[in-house]
C-alpha cells in the first residue's frame, strides 16, 4: 500500500498538478509549541525539479510554517485525491521562508502568478515522497476558487497588508519571530 521515494516521479507530478488544494504540516523543535496544519488553495504550488518545490505563501492570520521553519525547517506537503482513483502524498523536507524584495524573491515570482497579498514564497528541498492509498478518503467535487482572500487583499492595499502584517503576522501563537516579523523589527525597531 505505502510507497517512499527519494524524489518526485513523473507520475507525482502529474498528480499533483491535479489537486486543487494541498495542507502544510509545521512544528516547533520542542514539545510546548503547537503544530500547524495548514490549507492551501489557488494555483499556488509549482513543482521546481524533482527534489524542489515552492508555493506561494498568501496573507493568513497567522504565519505558524514560517515561525516553524525559521526555527528548524522541518515541513510536509500533502496531497490528498478527492475525485478520481485514491491517494494520498506526501512531500517530507526542509523549507526555508523567501520574503519579497530580495535576489532569492526576484529569482522564484516568475513561476507564478503573483496574487493581492502575497507575504512570501516557502521553498521545499524534498528529502522523501511517500505515498498510500487514500481508500477511506470520501469524494469531493471541486466548484471553483473562493474569491473573498484576492478581494479583502486589494480592498486593505499595500499599507493595510503592512499594518496587518505587523499585528498577526510577525510572530506565531507561541511567540516565535517569523522571518516577515524580523524585517519589520529590522526595518522600524519593533513588531508591535
Not at 509549482?46 to 505558524?64: H, K, P, Q, W
Not at 528529502?127 to 486593505?156: H, M, N
Request: proline share 6%; hydrophobic share 35%; net charge negative.
Amino acid at each position: 500500500m505505502g510507497k517512499q521515494f527519494s524524489e518526485i516521479l513523473p507520475e507525482h507530478e502529474a498528480f499533483i498538478k491535479k489537486q486543487h488544494l494541498f495542507f502544510v504540516g509545521s512544528a516547533p523543535s520542542d514539545d510546548l509549541g503547537h503544530v500547524n496544519l495548514s490549507p492551501k488553495g489557488y494555483d499556488t504550488l509549482r513543482i521546481l525539479s524533482s527534489t524542489e518545490v515552492a508555493y506561494l505563501d498568501l496573507t493568513g492570520s497567522g504565519n505558524e510554517t514560517s515561525a516553524h521553519l525559521a526555527e528548524n525547517g522541518r515541513i510536509t506537503i500533502m496531497f490528498v485525491a478527492f475525485e478520481g482513483p485514491p491517494m494520498i502524498l506526501r512531500l517530507y523536507g526542509r523549507g526555508q521562508v523567501v520574503l519579497p524584495d530580495t535576489p532569492e524573491w526576484n529569482q522564484l515570482a516568475p513561476h507564478f502568478e503573483l496574487l493581492p497579498g502575497a507575504r512570501q514564497i516557502i521553498v521545499v528541498n524534498v528529502q522523501s515522497v511517500k505515498t498510500s492509498c487514500g481508500f477511506s478518503i470520501p469524494y469531493y467535487s471541486y466548484e471553483g476558487e473562493r474569491d473573498t482572500l484576492q478581494k479583502w487583499a486589494v480592498a486593505k492595499g499595500e499599507d493595510g497588508l503592512t499594518e496587518y502584517h505587523r499585528e498577526k503576522n510577525t510572530t506565531s501563537m507561541d511567540g516565535r519571530v517569523t522571518p516577515l516579523g524580523e524585517r519589520l523589527r529590522d526595518t522600524t525597531g519593533s513588531t508591535t
